[in-house]
């Protein structure tokens, strides 16, 4: 029986329509999204994830890339039991609905087999990663307000677009073995969860300087992001493997500048791009390919955009 956000951690009925429509630029929702936007732009540019919405997927790279999440968020979830009750962070303790690691277990022993502990081993840049979530909470636990909010409201909105992706490109079964770190079981409306989890973040009893301090730390999650796609481009560039090709570019879909930002199309989308994207829409349907990733292209700049409305 799936348990939504509202059944747990005390949480009463979700207001859908809430404290979102009346935010305040001192809130720490928006506060870490404004001081993020840069940054999360970067990341989205990087070649690793820019390949990846094209759905130009090496099998070994997303392998390893689970590899990296798995051992990030292992540290991640560990900090958080360690810190559960602490008053900066047990308001956003929800194991059942957002824990990572053991999805991330079931996705690797798909991939590696069931002795795939012996298989695997943490990289340098994701160990970076792991030494620094480990650090903050053990030595200053609001931190990991910034770490749990740059990973789990990523993994909810366009986390859910690279999962349609991947499964396409890699053939993967549609009864989702290798691929259940994205489904979020005990959430059974995630629009809903991330408001109850960004109002429970605004509520949290912080001052000025601690929210500019968790905008630091954000920004340095993203960085840490960064350093293990730039790893993972690193070994494509020594791995010799055909790219699993989901067919149509994401970005060549529309005809656009791959360099840009897919927040950057959605809003241009958005506010009245309508007479090109008509002609553009009729020339992807034609294509035998496009008629189906015409849709996976539309759910994606929603998806990614709604990352930065959070």
Not at 23 to 30: C, N, Q
Not at 131 to 158: F, K, N
Not at 219 to 241: P, R, S
Request: aromatic share 10%; net charge negative.
């Amino acid at each position: 029986m799936e348990t939504t956000a509202s059944e747990s951690n005390g949480a009463g009925p979700v207001n859908e329509g809430g404290k979102d429509n009346a935010l305040s630029p001192s809130d720490l929702s928006e506060v870490l999204a404004a001081g993020t936007k840069e940054v999360h732009e970067k990341a989205e540019n990087t070649q690793f994830v820019k390949d990846f919405l094209r759905g130009r997927i090496r099998k070994e790279l997303f392998k390893r890339g689970a590899v990296a999440l798995y051992y990030t968020y292992t540290a991640m979830e560990e900090e958080i039991e360690r810190n559960k009750e602490h008053p900066h962070f047990a308001p956003l303790y929800f194991p059942t609905e957002l824990n990572r690691h053991e999805a991330l277990a079931r996705d690797l022993e798909y991939f590696y087999g069931p002795d795939w502990q012996s298989q695997v081993s943490c990289s340098q840049a994701t160990q970076r990663y792991v030494d620094r979530i480990h650090q903050v909470g053990q030595e200053d636990p609001v931190l990991l307000v910034a770490h749990a909010y740059t990973r789990y409201m990523g993994d909810l909105s366009g986390g859910q677009v690279l999962r349609k992706v991947a499964q396409r490109a890699m053939k993967l079964p549609a009864t989702g073995e290798g691929l259940e770190f994205y489904q979020f079981d005990g959430i059974s409306n995630a629009k809903a969860f991330k408001q109850l989890y960004r109002s429970r973040m605004n509520e949290l009893e912080l001052d000025m300087d601690i929210k500019k301090r968790l905008v630091e730390e954000a920004v340095k999650a993203f960085q840490f992001n960064m350093e293990v796609f730039d790893e993972l481009e690193e070994i494509g560039g020594t791995i010799q493997e055909d790219v699993l090709d989901a067919g149509m570019s994401v970005h060549g879909a529309v005809g656009g500048d791959t360099s840009k930002c897919p927040y950057y199309n959605a809003k241009m989308a958005a506010s009245g791009w309508t007479a090109y994207g008509s002609q553009v829409a009729m020339a992807v349907l034609r294509h035998p390919t496009g008629q189906v990733l015409f849709a996976a292209w539309f759910a994606a700049l929603a998806g990614l955009a709604a990352w930065y409305l959070m």
